[in-house]
Structures are given as C-alpha cells and as structure tokens.
C-alpha cells in the first residue's frame, strides 16, 4: 500500500535562513508527488507538484522540491525562510487507481519561524 | 466562484444525531473528493466522485458515512447517528480530471459532543 512518511514533526528555522522539509513515500510505480501548506485556520493550499519530466519542481512563494527515485523521497526547500512561511507543511502521493487520484498523505510536519 | 466552497464552516452537533455537509465543487471540475483531517489520523481519503459514475466508497470509516452529487456538482457528505470519534475537519477538493491537481476548500469543523 501507498504511503508517506514526513520524519519531522516540527521544524524550528530562523528567518533568513534555509530550509529542507523531508518527504519519503512507498509506491510501486511512479507516483504524482505534491506539496500541501496549511495555515492556522485555513484550507490546504499547494505549493507544488510533480507528475513527471523534470525532477527539480519550482513552486509558489520561492518553494522548490526534487524527485529522487532511487531514494523515494521528494523534499521541499526553501533559500530564505520568512515569517509568514509559519505553518503545517503536507506532502502527499497520489496514485492512479479507481479511487481517481486520491491523495495520501503524511502527518505533516509543523514549521516555526524564529526571528 | 473562484474556489471550492463548503458549509456550513463550524457544525456542532449531539452524540447520536445526523449531520449533512455540503461541497461546492469549481465550476467545470468533474472529480470531487472527501477528505477527513483528525488529530489522531491525520488527513485521510474518504470517498471520491468522477463525473456521473458510480464513486469510490474506499475510503469510509463505516456504514454510517455516505456521500451523494447532484447533477455532477454540488455533494453532500451525511453521517448518520455521529459519535465522538467522527469530531474533525471534513475537507472537499476538487480537479478538473482526475489526474489533475486537487483545490481544497475551507473545510467543515465537526464537534460530536
């Protein structure tokens, strides 16, 4: 069965400075691979995607994240943190089946941003 | 509209009642999904509706969940005689196909008192 693991429950990171959130997934075949951020309050918004071709991904608010097949895992960065990068940060694998694309998700791992 | 849009945002109900609710999906957007987000479980699957055919009940925590679509669009998730443990967040999101990126609304907070 489809999983992912996200390993970091909560990420403390200083404003300025870079960042790395791990993603690791279990899927037989290629999978779609995302990237979901959620404020306090607010619904699931995506940061990126990846379906295939490159594996370097560019996403929104400067966010990017790499494929890495032989390692299963597909990590968010980010150069420089701001404040308002404060959130719940998903990764999520969706696999074609009869269930359309349903996403999987992991736990989500909780960003602080200090100053 | 410009989202995905679902009602009510806060619903407070009794141990044992039945509660409905709605998703407006994004105009054009024939596949629909119902997600659930708890503390314990996290975000997890539901139940998932492609155009006018039969949807994917996969998802289900029990007998006591169903889900209909109307016309292809609007969806009403219903649990019937809730309990305690249905308390969470029901989120809805919809793509245009579906294998195309999903938007989610803002969700409905459930409360099973």
């Known amino acids: 069965a489809q999983s992912v693991t996200q390993p970091d429950i909560h990420i403390t990171v200083s404003e300025g400075a870079s960042l790395e959130l791990r993603c690791n997934y279990s899927y037989g075949a290629t999978p779609y691979l995302f990237w979901y951020v959620q404020s306090p309050g607010q619904g699931l918004q995506l940061l990126l995607k990846?379906?295939?071709?490159?594996?370097l991904v560019q996403g929104i608010k400067g966010f990017e994240a790499e494929f890495k097949r032989s390692q299963s895992s597909f990590n968010l960065r980010k150069p420089s943190v701001h404040w308002s990068d404060a959130a719940e940060y998903f990764c999520a694998v969706g696999a074609l089946d009869q269930a359309g694309t349903a996403l999987i998700f992991g736990k989500g791992t909780t960003l602080s941003v200090s100053s | 509209g410009a989202g995905v849009s679902q009602s009510p945002s806060n619903k407070v109900t009794e141990k044992g009642k039945d509660v409905e609710l709605r998703c407006d999906p994004i105009s054009g957007h024939t596949a629909l999904y119902w997600y659930r987000q708890s503390l314990g479980q996290g975000l997890e699957f539901l139940i998932y509706f492609q155009g006018n055919s039969a949807p994917d009940k996969s998802g289900l925590p029990s007998d006591r969940f169903s889900a209909e679509r109307t016309g292809g669009s609007v969806s009403t998730l219903t649990i019937q005689r809730t309990q305690q443990e249905d308390s969470a967040v029901y989120l809805c999101?919809?793509?245009?196909?579906?294998?195309?990126?999903?938007?989610f609304g803002p969700g409905t907070r459930l409360t099973v008192l």
């Open positions: 990846y379906f295939s071709g490159d594996t």
């Open positions: 999101a919809s793509s245009r196909t579906n294998t195309d990126t999903q938007y």
